[in-house]
């Protein structure tokens, strides 16, 4: 059985908690669309989200870790202890693989039931899937190192992260673990556990939406580095204008993705 894990933001971090239910009520709705019953959600938080849609196969698990600060480092902090919490919750159970979900993201209803079918599998990351901003609704395919983009990009065996279970909350931190995404597949690889490609398209990969941790950092917002943002978001649109792709139907259907209600 998978064990999908979303670790959710505090409200007191938020600059709009009713904005972070709404992305993530949409995120629960797509994870739990699966064509498969062979799973679970554990939501991991401090504040239960204020939504309408429920699940039995999803549990809350409330934490009182320390509300992180307003920079980066200490959000990450904070979402990498409520991965690893998760992480130790599922351990419990009788999960055999587990996914961590960024709160805001769509996935494919198709990979729980790829998972039931390869359970013997290291695991998988996501090489190809789908940006998606928010804020003007296009849709651009990825075909290559979307696991490097963003959490929701790998499904690993439980027993391949027991050092993940094991780490102090001071040793929980990037380069230390596989928990930081764009680490995962380069140290599994390194203990001799690599990971295969997914071979479809796992994931719609969020972003503009007001609330993503990176693009949000006031740091980003001023001086010359208010300058930085102004050109990396001109590339960017630009980049994106060329590779756009209307959101179909049938990628509705599989990733759960609609637009949000103002």
């Not at 709404?22 to 239960?48: D, G």
């Not at 001071?170 to 673990?177: L, N, P, T, W, Y």
Request: net charge positive; with cysteine; proline share 4%.
């Amino acid at each position: 059985m998978l064990a999908f894990i979303i670790p959710l933001k505090s409200s007191q971090v938020s600059s709009s908690w009713e904005l972070v239910c709404k992305l993530f009520e949409r995120t629960l709705k797509s994870v739990c669309n699966q064509t498969s019953t062979e799973y679970q959600v554990i939501v991991v938080c401090h504040e239960k989200p204020e939504i309408q849609f429920n699940s039995p196969q999803t549990i809350y698990l409330q934490v009182d870790f320390p509300i992180p600060g307003a920079e980066y480092a200490s959000k990450e902090k904070d979402k990498m202890l409520k991965m690893q919490a998760g992480l130790l919750y599922a351990q419990k159970t009788n999960a055999s693989h587990v996914m961590f979900v960024d709160a805001d993201d769509c996935i494919s209803k198709h990979i729980a039931k790829f998972v039931s079918q390869n359970l013997g599998k290291n695991g998988w990351f996501f090489g190809k899937g789908y940006d998606y901003r928010e804020d003007t609704g296009v849709l651009c395919k990825r075909n290559r190192n979307l696991h490097l983009r963003t959490n929701t990009s790998h499904v690993v065996r439980i027993d391949l992260l027991r050092p993940e279970m094991k780490l102090l909350p001071d040793e929980v931190k990037r380069g230390s673990c596989v928990l930081y995404h764009i680490d995962t597949t380069r140290m599994l690889g390194e203990r001799g556990r690599p990971l295969k490609i997914l071979p479809f398209r796992g994931v719609i990969y969020v972003t503009d939406n007001g609330e993503n941790m990176w693009w949000s950092q006031d740091s980003m917002g001023t001086g010359n580095n208010g300058i930085y943002k102004s050109i990396l978001t001109m590339l960017k649109n630009l980049y994106q204008s060329l590779i756009t792709q209307p959101v179909t139907d049938s990628i509705r259907d599989e990733f759960g993705l609609y637009k949000l209600s103002n």
